[in-house]
């Protein structure tokens, strides 16, 4: 194959499994402690975590469901404190009542500026757990996991397979365009790549006329996971739903045919359904330093 049209197809994917059938409660109730963000957690010596712990984020809100708010803390594990990576990102919940503080995990979960917020996304009036972090790789990919916490029970509601929102797959097409399909869209869709006409004839991908040249094993198109994901709420009624972004790629990581943009709320059945998905198509497009310089090789 050549290695000029190879593309990154190993995504840092959000694990999104929580550990045990609900949270792994400590016994002992620990005092609060006023823990700041960017500082070692705590508590970690009572819940007999990695003394590396450090808290990436802390919000309060009631996740429980007893009317009485609790301290919610996103913790990472850190060689050293200044660092801006952190993995192992787990959640502690602090019982506003009892005080006591549990723990759950968020599997592989890891990467730079962890941010939680605490709202409503099922529509039970408890607040629930999302969180988003970076993963830092050229694809801008964020990994993001919601979690609940109603009646101390823990369930990830949001992660690896949501976080792959539309996943679009498709493949270039004679007459400079993109034709493929998208989980949970009832028909295929087109792109039109013309846009970027002098770009795909100079990598020899089509001919002038737009006929394809190129191998057919070097035709794949795909969509990443979601760049961006954040909680609105979008009919005022309290409950949040999440708008994202993806990016569609081409010939390379650098390469973006198009941008599918949706909104998804979540549903009485337990999943996440679209609302609204919409794709962009280019009028024009500069094609940037980094794919004329792999059209360059």
């Known amino acids: 194959m050549n290695k000029k049209w190879m593309k990154p197809v190993t995504f840092l994917l959000l694990a999104g ?7 792994a409660a400590s016994h002992t109730k620990v005092a609060h402690a006023e823990t700041e963000v960017g500082k070692p957690f705590a508590a970690a010596p009572q819940l007999k975590m990695d003394k590396n712990n450090y808290v990436i984020d802390q919000k309060s809100a009631d996740v429980t469901g007893d009317k ?3 301290t919610v803390y996103l913790l990472g594990i850190k060689e050293k404190q200044d660092d801006i990576f952190a993995s192992n990102m787990n959640i502690v919940v ?7 503080y549990s723990k759950t995990e968020l599997g592989d979960l890891g990467g730079y500026d962890g941010t ?30 919601i979690a609940t916490f109603a009646d101390k029970q823990s369930k990830v509601i949001f992660g690896e397979d949501e976080n792959e929102g539309i996943k679009y797959e498709g493949t270039f097409v004679d007459g400079f365009k993109v034709e493929g ?54 009919d005022g009624n309290g409950t949040f739903e999440l708008v994202g972004e993806q990016r569609v790629v081409g010939i390379n990581n650098t390469d973006t045919v198009s941008r599918i943009n949706s909104v998804w709320g979540f549903g009485a059945d337990g999943k996440w359904n679209p609302w609204e998905v919409a ?12 794919i004329q310089a792999q059209i360059g090789k």
């Open 17 to 23: 499994v929580i550990g045990g059938s609900g949270l």
């Open 68 to 70: 009485i708010a609790d």
């Open 94 to 100: 602090q019982d506003g009542k009892t005080k006591a």
């Open 116 to 145: 939680l917020t605490l709202v409503d996304f099922t529509g039970d009036h408890v607040a629930d757990a999302f969180v988003k972090t970076a993963t830092g790789g050229s694809g801008g990919i964020y990994e993001h996991v």
């Open 181 to 234: 399909k998208g989980k949970h869209l009832d028909k295929s869709l087109t792109f039109d790549v013309s846009a970027n006409k002098d770009l795909y004839v100079a990598a020899k991908l089509y001919d002038q006329a737009g006929k394809l040249v190129a191998n057919k094993e070097d035709l794949s198109v795909y969509s990443y996971p979601f760049s961006a994901l954040t909680p609105i709420d979008m």
């Open 279 to 290: 794709y962009s198509t280019f009028l024009i497009q500069h094609p940037g330093e980094a």
